[in-house]
């Protein structure tokens, strides 16, 4: 294991925007070892009282649609206002390829040298979802280190979308004209969840195909009973890569930063954000709890082949197997 540095130096680094200590404390939050998880849980109950004072930006899209660039376009206006910029990825390729950590970096190349800013690329901890939890952390560490807009860039892949909804104040979905939705992988769901859409690559020949794609998801919208929030969400188009429509989308953000300021509702929302954080760690912690048991782990092959045979039903199967959890439980 490599060295730790104390709770307080961590603290104080942090506190400082030291961003080598940041990065170091991240990958202590990230760290699956008993020590780190404590200190990790010690240093956040330290850093609490300096959280909470950033906006938190989830954007999300298919890959390829231009989350990068766009991110890299956005992060460069928001810098341009003395803000200070930190951008997470969760990378859901990363455990495969084993290699995007890297990829990462360049992919956002004049951000990344950009003094404001800071890019935190995490390899994607596909276990229980285990990366929604930490990104969480990670947030409240940058928050501590003085970041003032956090975005949180994911890819839409599985439930990624529902989770970075879950830990950010304005969800923005970017689109492409003309790609057919089936293609873009959407789901109404993620639709609905949207505070902004912006149909990317408005610029060339797409030009008019984006013109009438902010027409026709707009009617979309319409559809869709009124946000909780009270903000009517909005569809625009930009071209990440001109840089196009990039100060209107970050004024739609301000205008729904203060209008859910007004209304309460940023704040009650961070409210039930916190207890659904909760309960996603019991959630987790317990599944993890039940597949790390040596008596369940031993079991679970027959039992899933004696499911898929037809030989066993899944709900009889499942109560074996919790048995066997809670017998080894009473055991240990
Ligand atoms: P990501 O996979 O969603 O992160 O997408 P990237 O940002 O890597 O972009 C994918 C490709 O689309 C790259 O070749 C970009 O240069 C291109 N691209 C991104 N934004 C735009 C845009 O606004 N207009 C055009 N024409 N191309 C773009």
């Not at 959280?51 to 999300?60: A, E, H, K, P, V």
């Not at 797409?206 to 009517?232: C, M, W």
Request: net charge neutral; charged share 20%; hydrophobic share 40%.
């Amino acid at each position: 294991m490599r060295k730790r540095l104390t709770i307080e130096n961590y603290k104080n680094g942090i506190l400082a925007g030291d961003r080598i200590i940041l990065s170091q404390a991240i990958t202590i939050i990230e760290s699956g070892l008993t020590q780190d998880r404590k200190l990790a849980s010690e240093l956040l109950h330290e850093i609490l009282p300096a959280t909470g004072n950033s906006l938190r930006i989830g954007i999300t899209g298919v890959p390829g649609v231009g989350k990068s660039t766009f991110i890299e376009a956005l992060g460069k206006h928001i810098t341009s206002l003395g803000k200070h910029l930190a951008v997470l990825t969760i990378d859901p390729s990363s455990k495969r390829s084993g290699g995007s950590i890297l990829g990462d970096k360049t992919r956002m190349e004049q951000l990344s040298h950009d003094p404001l800013a800071y890019i935190r690329p995490s390899a994607a901890n596909l276990s229980l979802g285990g990366v929604a939890r930490n990104t969480r952390e990670t947030i409240l560490l940058c928050e501590a280190a003085g970041f003032e807009v956090i975005i949180v860039e994911t890819v839409g892949v599985g439930q990624s979308e529902t989770q970075v909804k879950g830990m950010t104040d304005f969800f923005l979905l970017l689109m492409l004209a003309g790609a057919g939705d089936e293609l873009q992988g959407l789901k109404k769901g993620i639709m609905e969840m949207a505070d902004a859409i912006a149909i990317n690559k408005a610029d060339g020949d797409n030009k008019t195909a984006a013109a009438l794609a902010v027409q026709e998801y707009t009617n979309a919208l319409h559809l869709f009973p009124k946000s909780e929030s009270g903000f009517e969400s909005k569809v625009v188009s930009c071209s990440a890569l001109e840089q196009t429509g990039i100060s209107d989308i970050w004024n739609i953000i301000l205008a729904y930063q203060s209008s859910a300021k007004t209304s309460g509702f940023l704040y009650k929302n961070r409210q039930s954000q916190n207890l659904e954080w909760m309960y996603e760690f019991i959630r987790q912690t317990l599944e993890m709890s039940f597949y790390g048991k040596p008596l369940v782990k031993k079991a679970l092959r027959t039992v899933e082949k004696s499911v898929v045979s037809g030989s066993e039903l899944p709900v009889k199967a499942a109560q074996d197997l919790l048995d066997l959890f809670f017998r080894e439980d009473i055991l240990d």
